[in-house]
């Protein structure tokens, strides 16, 4: 580890080491240069941070569970299994952390409109949430792909008053979706916001972000502290963008002894085409407004990506965790879609926990982790979200027809 | 110095832009000596992108045609080296910052000179983020040209005073309806823009007819033309030249 890399200058240089920055289009620097001041302002003002925390206590549920997975460690015979349970949180996914955090932001500064783009679904519905809550006007964009194997949470979007738009444009998926809402952002800046849901995108959205997440990991530490006195050895979170996982490791960054490993896409495997596997396979890039690590071709052409998990089908990753990864700060691994559907059947029955596909990413890893570990060592694996959404593709995946009519 | 900036030194300068590879390399090469003879002042080649964030739906799926043609950053240089045994018209290239930025930017840049590219437009990579490639689009001689929208606000002195070549002013808020208004607010804009610099401005958002052309030229020094050409190019084809090149004759005979 060189340590060259400081996780506080960085967010608020909006550097980290190489990745970041604000790569975006004239029309939308100076809204964006507003957004970075006004979070400059409001990230330490204790009125803001007093209502984010009582609307995450009071609205969201919070804290959530840190729950020792005694089956599991049990059956896989090694390391002590704890479990962040973000899938208890209301909207059933971390995404509301930081979704209550961006959406005060945005009635600070005047805006009445949310907007946000989004995979599985959850941050659209997290941001739905509380727009209904907050009163303001909402749409969501989410690929046409996105919106035909996540149908129920559409209509949960549109229940909550939100209009959803199924983006056709490119491959639509979710960074299609990403396109299509930066365009949007850029004809109504005037009144709207852009809820961004993974630590991705231009400074300082990775910032706030990775601010508004990091409840997960603050929590975990003193969770853990209170059941065993100890840290942990490894904490284990699913990496899309890498919204949860930069929230889970964000406390233990400047703990050495802590493995931080992020679970990624491999699709149907690292030496296929379809696969969302950033970190193994990407190489640096500019898109999406950062700097970071992208899959692309030679010519610097975004490559389509494949997933079965909607929530980790994006080709890119969070500046942050490429900078977590070149000084060998975290470890990232890529987890098949195979291997993920087995861990969804397994934490199901094990546990009698249905997690999701997302998180199962990082399920699987942890039942290849734990045999390898001793017993006194622990690892805390993020449940970033719950898996009803994804019950009706497990049972496709597994040749089984479901009749919801 | 500039040969963006001479270029406008005959009436007010028309600037067409097609994307590259649109639906053949042949046929690019084609639309640009067209537009060449036709009287375009300085051409925009676009560069395909997967990802086209900034543009809309004509030029996404111009896009998409050039893809499906097999369009390559290099072959896209070797219609330029093709094109420039024929024509000095000045060229730019449209490109997303990936795009450079995968290539490398001193080998991009040092093909853009050898092969006479006179500037770049990179609509992702803003002021505050230019300074990863200027010291490539110094070395090999490039415009780097800067944009200004209607809502640059109080950053249009900063951008202004940097611009080299030609300032592309774009809105995407030209709104129907409002027509005076918004002539109103860009003719202040670029009012604002000659406070701080000589380099001239021309102005593209959708600009269609040659009377508009006409119209916007009073106070804009060139007019850039996008959809409108690359729709001529959707509906003709590899025969898109006679058209094309009809078209920026009749738009430059508006602004001369």
């Known amino acids: ?405 | 110095m500039s040969k963006l900036t001479d270029a406008f030194n005959n009436g007010k300068a028309f600037i067409p832009f097609i994307v590259a590879g649109d639906p053949d390399e042949a046929s690019t090469l084609n639309n640009i000596l067209a537009m060449a003879k036709a009287g375009a002042d300085i051409i925009e080649l676009g560069i395909p992108f997967s990802d086209p964030v900034a543009d809309g739906p004509v030029i996404q799926a111009g896009d998409l045609r050039a893809f499906k043609g097999g369009i390559t950053v290099d072959k896209i240089f070797n219609i330029v080296k093709a094109a420039r045994q024929q024509i000095q018209t000045p060229i730019v290239f449209l490109t997303y910052a990936n795009v450079p930025f995968k290539y490398g930017y001193d080998r991009f840049c040092a093909q853009c000179q050898a092969l006479g590219v006179n500037g770049l437009v990179i609509p992702d990579l803003p002021f505050e983020e230019q300074a990863e490639i200027r010291p490539f689009t110094q070395k090999y001689g490039l415009d780097l040209i800067m944009l200004i929208t209607l809502n640059s606000g109080d950053r249009v002195p900063a951008l202004a005073k940097a611009a080299e070549g030609f300032i592309y002013v774009v809105s995407t808020q030209g709104i129907t309806g409002e027509r005076d208004e918004f002539d109103h607010r860009l003719a202040a804009l670029f009012a604002e823009i000659k406070q701080y610099t000589e380099v001239p401005a021309a102005l593209g958002f959708g600009i269609h007819t040659p009377a508009q052309a006409k119209a916007l030229s009073q106070f804009a020094d060139g007019i850039i033309v996008g959809s409108a050409i690359v729709e001529l190019a959707a509906q003709h084809g590899t025969e898109a030249a006679a058209a094309i090149g009809q078209y920026t004759a009749e738009m430059k005979a508006a602004l001369a």
């Open chain 1, 1 to 405: 580890m060189t340590n060259n890399y400081d996780p506080e200058t960085a967010m608020q240089a909006g550097r980290y080491l190489e990745y970041g920055g604000q790569y975006l289009p004239e029309v939308l620097m100076p809204e964006i240069n507003r957004v970075a001041a006004a979070y400059a302002k409001y990230k330490d003002d204790p009125d803001f941070l007093n209502e984010f925390h009582t609307l995450l206590r009071e609205y969201a549920g919070r804290p959530s569970l840190l729950y020792y997975a005694k089956n599991m460690t049990a059956d896989l015979g090694g390391a002590q299994i704890y479990l962040k349970r973000e899938d208890l949180n209301h909207t059933g996914a971390h995404k509301i952390n930081n979704v209550i955090g961006q959406a005060l932001l945005a009635k600070r500064m005047g805006k009445t409109r949310l907007i946000a783009e989004t995979g599985a679904g959850q941050h659209g519905v997290a941001t739905a949430t509380i727009a209904a809550l907050f009163g303001m006007e909402c749409e969501i964009f989410m690929g046409k792909m996105d919106t035909d194997r996540q149908r129920l949470n559409v209509y949960r979007m549109e229940l909550l008053g939100a209009k959803v738009n199924a983006v056709t444009s490119g491959s639509m998926v979710l960074k299609d979706a990403v396109n299509a809402a930066l365009q949007n952002y850029a004809a109504r800046s005037d009144d709207t916001f852009y809820v961004m849901g993974s630590a991705v995108g231009p400074h300082p959205f990775p910032a706030m972000v990775h601010d508004f997440q990091s409840v997960i990991s603050k929590e975990s530490k003193a969770q853990l502290q209170d059941a065993i006195g100890q840290l942990p050895d490894y904490v284990v979170a699913c990496v899309g963008g890498g919204s949860n996982a930069i929230g889970s490791f964000a406390e233990y960054i400047k703990d050495p002894s802590v493995h931080l490993i992020g679970c990624e896409a491999a699709g149907k495997g690292i030496t296929t085409k379809q696969t969302a596997a950033t970190m193994a396979l990407g190489s640096t890039g500019i898109f999406h407004g950062m700097k970071s690590r992208f899959l692309q071709n030679h010519d610097g052409q975004i490559d389509s990506v494949y997933s079965i998990s909607a929530g980790l089908d994006y080709p890119g990753v969070g500046p942050e965790h490429v900078a977590l990864m070149d000084e060998g700060r975290a470890q990232y691994v890529p987890i098949t879609d195979d291997e993920a559907v087995d861990a969804f059947e397994y934490i199901a029955k094990q546990e009698g926990i249905i997690a999701a596909i997302e998180s199962c990413h990082a399920v699987a890893e942890v039942q290849k982790l734990a045999p390898t570990l001793s017993k006194d060592q622990v690892i805390i694996c993020t449940l970033s979200g719950r898996g009803d959404k994804d019950v009706a593709s497990i049972a496709k995946y597994r040749g089984i027809e479901l009749n919801e009519d």
